[in-house]
């Protein structure tokens, strides 16, 4: 594929196993230009995700706050 390929590493907090990575070939991602306040980029659209994430280029651009997540590990 001439996609970039992103590794996940698993959060499941079983130590006693390796971690379980996927692979993603970004090139298969749906994605779609959006605006978010006032500036176009380039979104990943994922209808079953649990959280919205940025980069933080992104996050310095909207000079947005940095919220951490306290919720359940996803």
Same mark, same amino acid.
């Given at each position: 594929?001439?996609?970039?390929?992103?590794?996940?590493?698993? +959060?499941?907090?079983?130590?006693?196993?390796?971690?379980?990575?996927?692979?993603?070939?970004?090139?298969? !991602?749906? +994605?779609?230009?959006?605006?978010?306040?006032?500036?176009?980029?380039?979104?990943?659209?994922? +209808?079953?995700?649990?959280?919205?994430?940025?980069?933080?280029? !992104?996050?310095?651009? !909207?000079?947005?706050?940095?919220?951490?997540?306290?919720?359940?590990?996803?």
């Amino acid at each position: 594929s001439d996609g970039v390929s992103v590794g996940m590493v698993s +959060t499941d907090e079983d130590e006693a196993e390796e971690p379980t990575v996927l692979l993603i070939d970004s090139s298969r !991602l749906i +994605t779609e230009t959006v605006t978010c306040q006032g500036v176009d980029i380039r979104a990943v659209i994922d +209808t079953g995700a649990v959280v919205s994430v940025a980069s933080p280029e !992104l996050q310095r651009k !909207l000079q947005r706050e940095r919220v951490e997540w306290d919720g359940p590990s996803v």
